[in-house]
């Protein structure tokens, strides 16, 4: 894969999150080790667990690539939608990760087996150290979402881990094994929550529905109270990718010279900057009153100004 990631901002994100994935591959791999030797249900899911973090960052990673990546003429917006394709199919993945876990936690509830807490103990000790250095690092690399994304990722394992060391204590202190297939529940729900989570946000946007955190009567509301704004109808706004949004719109102004004209446009796009984050807008302007508000059919003849 290669790279156009100029600035050294993004090239301090890209050696973080590629450390981060060799990192988190070796621990995994060492998670299945130690949980198939001591009979840890818990460390296999938290192994389950890692390997969501590790295609999380993976798609952080990808991300990155294709965010470097310009617009062309068969993708005009670029490529944001591949990596919500790509969520959504490590989200799916991680709901099936999380009913396997449930079924083999019954399993082994209905029949307990011996389980060597040292072994949990000093693994989950040494995945503390590691999710913690890697969520500061990447705390340390940037504030853009698809990092904080991977960031909360890496705190969670962090709790996740740091449970399965007080599962540990409890089963060396009560010899009680269930405590290893309960907490496996709890990692196992954890997961179900995140890949729901992820298969609700990606499926909007995949639909073109209202991005998260915007209420559509606050957003004509604020167009409508600038300067010179008449009426707004016909109003739509959508996601292009994860923090990329859209929108068109009809807004009725008075019969005024185009040159008059731009400093409302300019109002508008403003405003939808700072207030909603919205820089890709499609904005038509017209003085003739329309015959229905969706649709908007304007009557043969009559002038409307086109402005993108």
Request: hydrophobic share 50%.
């Amino acid at each position: 894969m290669h790279r156009h990631v100029g600035h050294s901002a993004g090239e301090r994100t890209w050696r973080v999150l590629r450390a981060a994935l060799f990192v988190t591959l070796a621990y995994i791999v060492l998670l299945v080790v130690a949980g198939i030797r001591a009979h840890s249900l818990a460390l296999l899911s938290e192994a389950g667990h890692n390997l969501s973090d590790f295609f999380a960052l993976l798609l952080s990673l990808f991300a990155v690539y294709l965010e470097s990546r310009p617009p062309s003429s068969t993708a005009t917006y670029g490529y944001h939608r591949a990596g919500v394709l790509a969520a959504l199919v490590n989200a799916v993945s991680l709901v099936a990760v999380s009913f396997f876990i449930f079924y083999e936690a019954f399993r082994r509830l209905q029949n307990p087996q011996q389980v060597h807490a040292g072994v949990m103990i000093g693994v989950a000790a040494a995945g503390v150290i590691m999710n913690g250095v890697i969520a500061l690092l990447l705390y340390r690399s940037g504030r853009d979402v698809n990092i904080r994304s991977a960031f909360l990722h890496e705190i969670g394992d962090t709790l996740s881990t740091a449970a399965v060391i007080a599962g540990g204590w409890a089963i060396l202190a009560t010899g009680q094994s269930w405590i290893d297939s309960a907490l496996s529940v709890g990692i196992g729900a954890l997961i179900l929550w995140s890949g729901f989570g992820i298969v609700r946000e990606t499926l909007n946007i995949l639909l073109e529905g209202t991005p998260r955190g915007i209420k559509l009567e606050r957003l004509e509301t604020a167009i409508r109270a600038i300067e010179g704004v008449n009426d707004v109808h016909d109003l739509h706004v959508w996601s292009i990718g994860s923090e990329t949004r859209a929108l068109s719109c009809h807004i009725a102004i008075a019969d005024i010279p185009p040159s008059v004209s731009e400093r409302i446009l300019r109002d508008v796009k403003d405003r939808l900057h700072q207030s909603f984050r919205i820089d890709h807008t499609t904005i038509q302007f017209e003085h003739a009153e329309c015959e229905v508000a969706h649709g908007c059919v304007i009557p043969v003849g009559e002038e409307h100004h086109h402005s993108r």
